[in-house]
């Protein structure tokens, strides 16, 4: 059966970012789960959308910043799903800090986004994810034909998720505002070239980014081109 994507954008002030609900005949999937200010919106998409404590199998977080990550825990809760993300990355939300395992060099965006969570109710509700995922870890006992991609240059424990069908959920390695481009932060220079090196080698044909619309993976390889 073909996997359906179901594309749920979380908006506030700061800006939009994508989820993801991955659906088959087996269950559901969530990939990200967007700003906590906005939860009563995502739960309401998430239940029309035929989310239960009986189907919803998984959690996927691509990184740990927390306009993906701001409605995790509570969502682990009401909807009894696991939580799962790189371990690179774990320490953000163990710890309550998007930039704990960042370079030191991004002050004063550390600073204005440490000023404006404090405002704007946004402050991240610490936890502690259930399972570690990395490179070529598949989805299949979770139903689903899939396979994760370690993609670090974003975070250093960046993940995207692969379906067999040629879809790519990247996390922040690439946006779509306005064109295909590279995140809005980008960590490691070295280790984000080398991501979308990787990213050339597969068989990819559309890229589902956090932020902006999906495209077609031709539209990446003709501008690096």
């Known amino acids: 059966m073909t996997c359906e994507i179901e594309i749920i954008t979380v908006e506030n002030f700061l800006g939009k970012v994508n989820c993801y609900l991955l659906k088959k005949d087996t269950g ?7 700003w906590s200010n906005k939860r009563e919106y995502l739960e ?3 239940e029309n959308l035929g989310c239960s404590p009986d189907n919803l199998k998984l959690i996927i977080l691509t990184h740990g910043d927390f306009d993906h990550s701001g409605n995790s825990a509570y969502l682990s809760r009401k909807f009894n799903a696991k939580i799962a993300m790189h371990s690179d990355d774990s320490g953000m939300i163990e710890q309550g800090d998007m930039f704990w ?3 030191k060099a991004n002050v004063l965006i550390r600073i204005t986004i440490k000023a404006l ?5 946004l402050k991240p509700e610490k ?3 259930d399972l570690n995922l990395d490179e070529g870890n598949d989805l299949s006992e979770y139903g689903f034909d899939a396979k994760v991609l370690h993609v670090p240059g974003h975070s250093k424990g960046s993940i995207g998720i692969l ?3 040629g879809n790519f959920f990247c996390g922040d390695l690439l946006e779509n505002l306005n064109k295909p481009a590279p995140g809005s932060i980008i960590d490691d220079p070295g280790e984000f070239n080398s991501s979308i090196e990787k990213l050339g080698g597969l068989k990819i044909k559309t890229v ?4 902006g619309k999906p495209f077609p993976m031709e539209l990446l390889i003709i501008k690096n081109r």
């Open 28 to 34: 559901f999937i969530l990939i990200d789960t967007g």
């Open 44 to 46: 309401k998409e998430l």
């Open 127 to 129: 936890f502690k994810p």
């Open 163 to 165: 379906t067999d069908e």
């Open 117 to 121: 969570s404090g405002i704007s109710g």
């Open 208 to 211: 589902y980014p956090g932020h």
């Open 101 to 103: 395992n960042r370079k």
